[in-house]
């Protein structure tokens, strides 16, 4: 079978016994703090879990993109070197909500696992959670019964808790669960060492493919477990693994899924994968193409899903891996130009039927890839110059970690791939020195604390959540849970309510700010300030900042019906601005093409900022267009139509405009603002009609990253402020320049006389230069075999002084000048050297340090050129008088 029947086989299976089959998440995590990337397949699914969410269908079945690249789960650094670990892979999954449990489930593994994909069952063996007597979770009995029917005793393991309790974090839900392993081994292998042995013993060829969760319980905050109201499955099975297994190969990187790209890789750099056909798992040949396969599938989903590399967070994370990769590529294959880039049209055809999203990116996705591999193949050059010099400064056959982490921290250049070059030329580094250099930095640039929470406080029963901002800005409520967290900036409260009018932050639009107040006078006097709404998972999260809200939320509130209230002032504005980015969208895309894609948003109350594809600045006259586009659209006053629980393959073809990178249900909701204008999927709100915007200005328009723009706009009051401010400065213009009919060319013409005298007195400034200079040679002094000139001269600025010194140090063989001048009422000195002083031992910077103390001052600078600054224009002259007495 190839690897993509057998993901269809897996899909079909589940689909006949009652699943829904739905699409991957984003590998990029939305709307959940706790992950960076989606790094397993039930991370789009916590909420149902958790209970804070319906699920569309109580039985589901996938295939989901995943990431382990940093945080708890981290294999990056065995990629590569052995043959089943990887950044990006496939999880396949079926889940039960509340429906069937574990007989069911193991039932249809090993119904799947030995009837369709054939697997051998005598190579199989199964593990069982033998029980936990500290968090009292006994044996899992009926796990055991249920394989035992199937498998056999002699095939069962029973594991311990680490091997076989699933946890999704710290908190939260969790549960006994029941792996299965393959055993890959030849049949001379198997014959010598039972299977079982070697099962979680990091073989490579015995190894885990499907792993059976049973989600029974929640972790609290303070470590104890508590029944789950609802029994749950989810089940995650390996895909590269699964197709190792069933095509019969030793390693994940000889399936279909990689051959592909290792294949083209080898006509790229002319070397061949593989000695004599075997798995080679220490020549760096082989090591460099498993590492470049890999990590070009996690760099390019990502991008494709809406996260660009850059220096930060997640964006880091990607630079990082795709920086691993071009090394491996320099270092082992000889690729000194971009490469990576080649090989992302070759992965965007092998998954265009199943991750369709890169196909649809893939020129963006080779561009962005491109310019990365630019940046930093110059940068690897640089690096290797400067190691270079640090490996031919060395005192020692270890390189100062300092050293090593200024490498990293300046030229991107990994500490990992200086150890290797190091070692190469009989070298190693200073680990410690590097790790503390390291944790020095993060100190330094460590800007949130971690937050600690305490549990959600249940104050009453929360049924099926309703959002009513679409409609109304005030509503009653009642609240659900809360909890404290205490933040860098303090304590937050998060209130969880039963229906809200508040939006919560998503889709680049900023949450809502309000307040929240009883409903009627017996239910107290107090007002509950609420700054932002946030949305974790799928709960829409209140937050106040208000002090001392303990007693208040315990005693008052989970009694009465509150009144949640939205500032519409602010609201108001944040709906214009939002409005206006579907509107300027259109209207990009009308100027400039239809390959602009939105990658990135922010609408708050005062601008909208707009990120997107497109790989030339977008000029003033083309920014024109937009605005006029826009504008006319909002003079015609359009009426919003919104269109919900719209099938998305029908708003698709509709036009509707989707962003990469977002979830969207099997059901969307569809904004449209004229159907042959703006029509896109989008769960924000928005004004009735575009007249309310009143006005769209851009104020700025820059890059962002690579084949990314960004430009910012701002609607209503605020453009109508700026158009206001530059009718004023426009008037006063007039008002100078009276008489003249043009007044930018008035402007343009003073520009023009501004610089033609700048020219001239740059023009005498310097004549004068040359004559103090002549003057000063004249003063010149011979002390044996050196020349001495210390003066005080009159310089217009600091540029000068230090062109002055060097000119006179010019035409001597040896001297010794230092020059004094007062420059905006500060004392200045300057001290030049020739070389021959310098390699006798004198030092400008030291010198000019010794004179700056005359004149209260510092300074400092190389062996032959100095210069310093004071705050005492009297002791000028006793400086320079010192300075005769130095040499």
């Known amino acids: 079978m190839t690897s993509h029947e057998i993901r269809q086989a897996f899909l079909d299976f589940f689909k006949s016994k009652g699943h829904l089959i739905v699409p991957s998440a984003p590998l990029v995590a939305k709307n959940d703090p706790t992950l960076m990337f989606n790094n397993s397949g039930m991370a789009q699914f916590k909420d149902f879990f958790l209970g804070n969410g319906t699920p569309p269908s109580t039985r589901i079945a ?215 056909g075997t798995l080679n798992t220490t020549d760096y040949t082989d090591i460099a193409m498993r590492v470049i396969a890999d990590h070009l599938r996690a760099v390019s989903f990502a991008i494709a899903d809406g996260q660009l590399p850059s220096n930060a967070k997640a964006g880091y994370v990607i630079r990082r891996i795709l920086r691993r990769a071009i090394r491996y590529g320099y270092s082992y294959l000889g690729f000194s130009e971009p490469f990576m880039c080649q090989l992302v049209p070759v992965l965007a055809e092998q998954f265009k039927d199943v991750f369709p999203e890169l196909k649809a990116q893939e020129d963006f996705v080779t561009r962005v890839v491109q310019e990365e591999e630019k940046s930093f193949l110059r940068t690897l050059e640089l690096g290797l110059k400067r190691l270079d010099s640090l490996i031919k400064d060395a005192a020692t056959k270890v390189l100062d970690g300092e050293a090593v982490f200024e490498l990293s921290d300046t030229y991107g250049f990994p500490s990992d791939l200086t150890a290797l070059i190091a070692r190469e030329k009989g070298f190693s580094i200073d680990e410690a020195g590097f790790e503390k250099a390291l944790t020095e930095q993060k100190n330094r640039s460590r800007q949130d604390a971690a937050k600690e929470a305490t549990d959600w406080i249940e104050v009453s029963e929360g049924g099926d959540f309703e959002f009513l901002g679409y409609d109304t800005l005030e509503a009653t409520a009642q609240i ?149 586009i826009v504008n006319a659209k909002i003079r015609a006053n359009i009426a919003q139509k919104t269109y919900v629980n719209v099938p998305i393959d029908e708003a698709i073809k509709k036009g509707a405009t989707a962003t990469f990178g977002e979830k969207y249900g099997d059901f969307v909701r569809v904004v449209e603002f004229d159907p042959q204008f703006s029509v896109e999927l989008c769960g924000g709100t928005h004004v009735p009609a575009t007249g309310e915007i009143a006005l769209f200005k851009f104020t700025s328009e820059g890059s962002v990253s690579a084949g990314v723009r960004r430009v910012e706009a701002v609607t209503g009051e605020k453009a109508m402020e700026i158009i206001s401010n530059q009718a004023a400065v426009i008037t006063k213009l007039e008002e100078l320049f009276k008489g003249q009919k043009d007044v930018v060319k008035a402007v343009e013409n003073l520009f023009s006389e501004k610089a033609a005298l700048q020219k001239r007195i740059e023009s005498l400034e310097n004549e004068k230069l040359q004559q103090t200079k002549q003057s000063l040679l004249d003063q010149v002094e011979t002390r044996g075999e050196t020349t001495v000139l210390v003066a005080r001269v009159e310089v217009p600025n600091a540029d000068a002084l230090k062109s002055l010194a060097y000119q006179l140090k010019e035409p001597l063989t040896s001297g010794y000048i230092v020059l004094g001048t007062v420059l905006n009422g500060k004392p200045q000195l300057a001290v030049i050297l020739t070389d021959d002083l310098v390699a006798k031992g004198l030092h400008a910077g030291n010198i000019v340090k010794d004179l700056a103390k005359e004149v209260k001052g510092g300074g400092g600078g190389q062996p032959f050129f100095a210069t310093a600054g004071g705050s005492d224009v009297s002791g000028l002259d006793a400086a320079l008088a010192k300075a005769k007495t130095i040499l």
């Open 62 to 276: 996938d295939t989901q993109k995943c990431l382990r690249v940093s945080g708890k789960h981290n294999d990056l650094e065995d990629v590569g070197f052995d043959t089943y670990h990887h950044t990006m892979f496939e999880m396949l999954g079926n889940w039960s909500f509340g429906d069937y449990f574990k007989k069911e489930a193991l039932a249809w593994s090993w119904e799947l696992l030995t009837e369709v994909y054939q697997l051998p069952k005598e190579r199989i063996y199964v593990s069982v959670f033998k029980g936990d007597e500290k968090d009292g979770v006994p044996f899992d009995q009926e796990a055991w019964d249920i394989w035992k029917g199937m498998v056999g005793e002699d095939r069962i393991i029973l594991g311990n808790k680490k091997d076989n309790f699933w946890e999704m974090g710290d908190v939260g839900p969790c549960g006994p669960c029941s792996e299965i392993h393959i055993d890959l081994r030849d049949q001379a292998e198997i014959d010598s060492k039972p299977g079982k042995e070697l099962v979680n013993a990091d073989h490579p060829q015995v190894v885990e493919i499907w792993n059976n969760v049973f989600m029974q319980f929640e972790r609290k905050a303070d470590g104890s477990l508590i029944s789950l109201p609802s029994k749950h499955v989810d089940t995650g099975m390996g895909f590269e693994r699964l197709c190792m297994a069933i095509q019969g190969k030793k390693s994940n990187y000889d399936t279909d899924i990689f051959q592909n790209t290792i294949q083209v890789i080898e006509k790229m750099c002319g070397k061949k994968y593989g000695v004599n």
């Open 480 to 628: 659900v849970k809360y909890r404290k967290v205490k933040t860098k900036g303090g304590e937050e409260y998060h209130i969880v309510l039963d229906r809200t009018p508040f939006y919560a932050e998503m889709g680049g639009q900023v949450g809502d700010s309000g307040e929240l107040s009883p409903l009627t006078p017996d239910g107290g006097n107090f007002v509950i300030s609420i700054v932002d709404t946030k949305k974790e998972n799928d709960l829409f999260i209140h937050v106040s900042r208000d002090r001392n809200l303990d007693e208040l939320l315990t005693h008052s509130l989970i009694y009465h019906s509150l009144i949640a209230k939205v500032d519409a002032h602010r609201r108001q504005n944040i709906m214009r601005n939002h409005t206006a980015t579907h509107l300027m969208l259109a209207g990009l895309r009308k100027v400039l093409g239809n390959h602009i894609v939105q990658k990135g948003s922010y609408q708050n109350d005062e601008v909208t900022r707009f990120d997107f594809s497109h790989f030339t600045k977008v000029t003033d006259e083309e920014l024109a267009q937009v605005e006029d």
